[in-house]
């Protein structure tokens, strides 16, 4: 069974405070940060005067007639003013950091922190350490490759400041990572949750090694929204005999979520350090509580390249009832439940990858998928491609069948289902890219 954890806050005033309470402190920090954006950067200068406002119009309590900020335009900023556009609220002397996007969904994003950008950071990581129940003996083990992807460096830096012993997993392979997490008894383990099952299958090659036996108590998975979807979580828990995690954050907005010990169903979004709103995809309407919609944010203290309305791409479905933790903070229940493009119509069902990958996940035998949609004689048509754990027979038509099967009656679409050799599907560090695409014709 997995180990057990505690309930801790970082800022319990804040952390439990009323509505009105939390709207104040965002209204405070926004219009204190506001009047610094507006007298110098030269992004949000444009933004607003286009909208029509001035800038003593900038304030909360005219919020939402606020412009939306689009990646598209921020990739185009980029573009006319390289390197790093004119989202500079100071002068770029004063940044120490620079990282990037992962460019899942197309260029990647530069992205500039000063000091205090740091600092406010740090801040956010402590809500989400201390959030899953992290405490003051726990041996972090951050494991990443430590490239531009800011994830690996906020995560190590935040728990170092928290005062934990921290080990990086950067420039070793899988198999020196499970060793270095097995002889240093590392008790947390921040990574994507599909490295997270990535590491289990490594220990599984190396003799029989049994995470489960590991001193990691919880595992804190971001990157990807697979440790919010049912089966990918119980999956990672039984591997690492472990709780597993789930924590949402942009490296152009910020560490925004955590879901807390308790793991009521939701991740908790830090409404100390953003403003959080959800609307409406093709309209921008706002939409209201249990209803799924884009998610908005603004952060409230990355001055330096700050996001106002920023439009995240990413569905979500939020409750504002107070959670058993004891937090106010909204929760995104089910975490990001994918992104708003993703969705995948097949003979008129959409459907979205998060779904197909919960049913696979609930086969056991199935270690790693591949999902492709693609056109044939005008109809479409989705094939899953699954390989299968070591030591299963790869002559698995019945499983198959079983998968296809399940497919069908949970999520109303009828997918082909083939056996892929083993070790043919690409494993992951960071981001799954499990879906392709296929134009007609190709």
């Known amino acids: 069974m997995p180990k057990g954890n505690e309930v801790i806050y970082h800022r319990s005033s804040i952390e439990t405070a009323t509505a009105s309470a939390i709207r104040r402190l965002q209204a405070r920090k926004f219009d204190e940060q506001a009047r610094r954006i507006l007298s110098s950067n030269k992004f949000y200068q444009r933004k607003f005067a286009s909208a029509g406002l001035r800038p003593e119009q900038v304030k909360y309590r005219n919020f939402a007639a606020f412009p939306f900020t689009l990646k598209s335009e921020l990739v185009q900023d980029q573009l006319e003013h390289p390197p790093f556009g004119t989202n500079l609220t100071v002068n770029p002397s004063r940044f120490i950091r620079m990282h990037q996007t992962s460019a899942t969904t197309g260029k990647p994003l530069k992205w500039l922190d000063t000091r205090a ?7 956010c990581w402590a809500y989400i350490y201390r959030g899953v129940g992290v405490r003051a003996d726990d041996k972090v083990f951050v494991a990443f490759s430590f490239g531009p992807f800011i994830g690996f460096w906020t ?55 049994d995470l489960r036996q590991s001193s990691v108590r919880l595992t804190i998975n971001a990157g990807e929204p697979g440790a919010s979807i049912p089966a ?65 944010i603004s952060n409230l203290g990355r001055i330096g390249m700050p996001l106002i309305r920023y439009r995240t791409g990413d569905r979500v479905r939020l409750n504002s009832d107070k959670c058993a933790c004891g937090r106010t903070f909204r929760r995104a229940m089910g975490g990001v439940l994918g992104r708003v493009d993703d ?47 070591a030591g299963l027979s790869p002559d698995a038509d019945p499983l198959a069948a079983l998968v296809q099967n399940k497919v069908r009656a949970q999520l109303g679409i009828r997918a082909r289902v083939s056996i892929a050799e083993k070790g043919s599907l690409p494993r992951y560090e960071l981001k799954a890219r499990r879906i392709k695409v296929r134009a007609a014709g190709v």
């Not at 928290?162 to 947390?188: D, F, H, M, P, Y």
């Not at 998928?369 to 056109?375: G, P, Y």
């Open 155 to 209: 995560a190590f830096e935040g728990a170092q400041k928290l005062g934990n012993l921290v080990l990086a997993g950067g420039g070793q392979s899988s198999e020196q990572r499970v060793l270095s997490i097995l002889e240093n008894k590392a008790t947390v383990l921040v990574c994507t949750p599909t490295y997270a099952l990535r590491l289990g299958e490594v220990a599984g090659q190396m003799g029989g090694v």
């Open 343 to 389: 969705m995948i119509t097949v003979r008129g069902v959409n459907v979205f990858p998060s779904g197909v990958e919960n049913v696979l996940r609930g086969f056991p035998e199935i270690e790693e998928f591949e999902i492709e949609v693609f056109k044939e004689r005008h109809m479409d048509e989705l094939v899953i491609r699954i390989e299968l754990k």
């Open 117 to 123: 950008c740091w600092r406010w950071w740090m801040e």
């Open 232 to 296: 990918t979580k119980q999956r990672i828990e039984e591997l690492w005999g472990a709780k597993c995690y789930d924590h949402p954050g942009m490296t152009e907005v910020g560490a925004y979520g955590f879901e807390c010990a308790l793991q009521t169903g939701g991740v908790h979004l830090n409404e100390g350090e953003f403003i959080f709103e959800v609307v409406e995809p093709a309209t921008g309407r706002p939409v209201g509580d249990g209803e799924q919609g884009e998610l908005v």
